[in-house]
């Protein structure tokens, strides 16, 4: 095996476009083969030359890009026994996922260089997927962004608080820290909820009812807050020149705040999350504080609003923001209990089950866990079956139902929202950079993950 990764010759793939596309495709379904050449692929066709190429004969299976999510916590280092890469990775294996943008919510908190460099040897060690870690913006990391933006996808801001990190509400502090990033000259992104309309809701619907559960969650923490900080995020990425991606967008008026700007020629990217699309205020009753995320779930018309922001391009990709937590403490009283569920495991059979709803056509449902997830945070060679692109790749039997059961899911938490949903579609076999790392349902190596490419800083002119 090159520094780069391994040689593989996949043969006899199905394309996905002719598994989920339309009636007259299905009945002429095109298979493909993939040479990869020391973990970048060489060529994608049909009927491709072997040569020397070690063979894995993908059966008929449908083949897609390796997943890339935009957002995970796996709470290590500080919470390994939360999850840690070696669960967290092994999860993201399980979901397809080969290429994860990691979100340090947890002491240490990224903001030095050398933290930095520290976290990224410590993940190199134990990750099985390529991974990108965040710094945090935040006032302590200022002085060294400059030092810290050639190694990190992009600083992380909470314009709201959430789990384990306090949110910045001060107008003033913000702009500072975008101006930071701006002249780094690396990407931000960011967790849009106004703080102050998160506090003034909490103190009226949390803090003043002990009787107060998950069903008050989405105005407590509501789509005003969210349209309010996406506004204010944008405004202030715009007077900076800071580029800036949006995560997680929860409801309509967010997606259309995000359009809006894009419209106008700003640089600005967004993801939205599965339980977002498949999931909605409604489920509260049955799921308890399992539906306790921060953005909060909103209603059944924001999960179509984001479909809909998907589809025409407002909204680039789907991340899970997994966020493991003992299922104990999900179950403590609302106001008490963390935010945030797992779902990396998952990420391909819910994107999957999108398609299979009708809710997102094909075509755009993969794109936003592929190639617009990485265009979306600037990976390089990441999110496509394609030349000169690493040879990540998942096979999947589209027909293979499988019932969602959160004690049986290679994350640390062993829950999961979907619990009892049958989903299709659950990857056999993932293959990262040229190399078999994940095959009868379990990971084939202990790590093997690299830090993902990234291009050089582009330090904005700040006036
Ligand atoms: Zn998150």
């Not at 903001?111 to 870690?133: K, M, N, Q």
């Not at 930071?180 to 000259?185: D, I, L, P, T």
Request: proline letters at 6%.
């Amino acid at each position: 095996m090159s520094a780069r990764g391994a040689s593989l010759f996949v043969r006899g793939a199905r394309s996905f476009a002719s598994v989920a596309g339309a009636a007259h495709e299905r009945s002429t379904p095109a298979f493909l083969d993939v040479r990869i050449v020391d973990g970048r692929i060489e060529a994608v066709g049909p009927n491709l030359e072997r040569g020397e190429l070690e063979l894995l004969d993908a059966d008929g299976l449908c083949v897609i890009p390796g997943l890339v999510d935009v957002h995970v916590h796996f709470r290590d280092p500080g919470l390994e026994h939360v999850e840690g890469w070696d669960h967290g990775s092994a999860g993201a294996l399980h979901g397809g996922v080969t290429s994860v943008v990691e979100v340090q919510n947890n002491a240490p908190l990224t903001t030095t260089r050398a933290l930095l460099e520290e976290r990224i040897e410590h993940v190199r060690r134990r990750s099985r997927v390529d991974f990108g870690c965040l710094a945090n913006l935040v006032e302590a990391s200022l002085p060294e962004l400059a030092a810290m933006a050639p190694l990190t996808p992009a600083f992380k801001c909470f314009l709201g608080g959430s789990t384990g990190v306090g949110g910045q509400a001060d107008e003033g502090k913000l702009r500072e820290l975008f101006q930071a990033a701006a002249r780094a000259g690396r990407m931000i992104v960011a967790h849009c909820e106004d703080e102050t309309t998160l506090q003034r809701d909490k103190a009226r619907l949390v803090d003043s009812d002990p009787h107060a559960t998950v069903a008050v969650h989405h105005l407590a923490r509501s789509s005003e807050a969210e349209l309010r900080s996406i506004e204010t995020a944008i405004e202030l990425a715009r007077e900076s020149g800071a580029l800036l991606h949006v995560f997680h967008v929860s409801s309509q008026v967010g997606a259309d705040a995000v359009a809006r700007a894009r419209r106008s020629g700003q640089w600005v990217r967004a993801s939205t999350a599965p339980h977002f699309l498949l999931l909605s205020n409604e489920d509260a009753p049955r799921l308890g504080n399992l539906l306790k995320v921060n953005p909060s779930v909103k209603t059944p018309g924001d999960a179509l609003g984001l479909c809909a922001a998907l589809s025409d391009g407002a909204v680039d990709a789907i991340g899970t923001d997994h966020a493991p937590h003992p299922l104990e403490f999900k179950q403590r009283a609302y106001a008490k209990a963390p935010s945030g569920m797992p779902s990396v495991d998952l990420l391909w059979p819910l994107t999957f089950e999108l398609v299979r709803r009708g809710w997102l056509d094909a075509e755009c449902a993969l794109a936003s866990v592929t190639w617009r997830a990485a265009e979306s945070v600037r990976l390089l060679r990441k999110g496509r079956l394609a030349r000169g692109f690493d040879g990540d790749l998942v096979l999947f039997d589209p027909d293979e139902r499988r019932t969602v059961r959160g004690a049986a899911l290679p994350s640390r938490s062993k829950w999961s929202a979907y619990e009892g949903l049958e989903l299709h579609g659950w990857p056999r076999l993932v293959v990262r950079r040229g190399e078999i790392a994940w095959r009868n349902g379990a990971p084939t190596s202990l790590a093997g993950g690299r830090p993902l490419e990234l291009e050089p800083p582009q330090p904005a002119r700040v006036g």
